[in-house]
């Protein structure tokens, strides 16, 4: 079981770090993703990290300002997101897949968590 936290509301240009506690399960060896959604949109990659955390991948419009972690004795992924923008409003998921190499394909992952509301006000 996954579960994110750490949403809220923030200004545009302020800063917010999700994280992902995992429970149930280990998911040290599991790649690990985040996606987020708008209502009446589809679901979309924000990033993801390889199970030893040494590679990370980003959606083009967040490299540079989110950063993706993993503290594997927690069994916690973490996401940092700076210069937050209004457009980044959204529900943020966490994912993992069977696989410890990442993917920036919804399908690719089978373990889903809860959301977490992510607000940016301008």
């Known amino acids: 079981q996954l579960q994110a936290s750490g949403g809220g509301l923030v200004q545009a240009g302020g800063s917010l770090r999700l994280s992902c506690a995992a429970s149930?399960?280990?998911?040290?060896?599991?790649?690990m993703g985040w996606f987020r959604q708008v209502p009446g949109k589809e679901r979309e990659f924000v990033g993801a990290i390889r199970w030893t955390g040494a590679s990370t991948y980003y959606a083009d419009s967040m490299k540079g300002r989110f950063t993706i972690a993993r503290d594997n004795a927690k069994n916690t992924v973490y996401l940092q997101m700076n210069s937050l923008k209004p457009e980044d409003t959204a529900v943020y998921y966490c994912?993992?897949?069977?696989?410890?190499?990442?993917?920036?394909?919804?399908?690719?992952?089978?373990?889903w968590g809860r959301g977490t509301q992510v607000t940016v006000s301008s």
């Open positions: 149930g399960r280990t998911f040290s060896s599991y790649g």
């Open positions: 994912a993992a897949r069977n696989s410890g190499i990442p993917s920036r394909r919804i399908d690719d992952y089978a373990y």
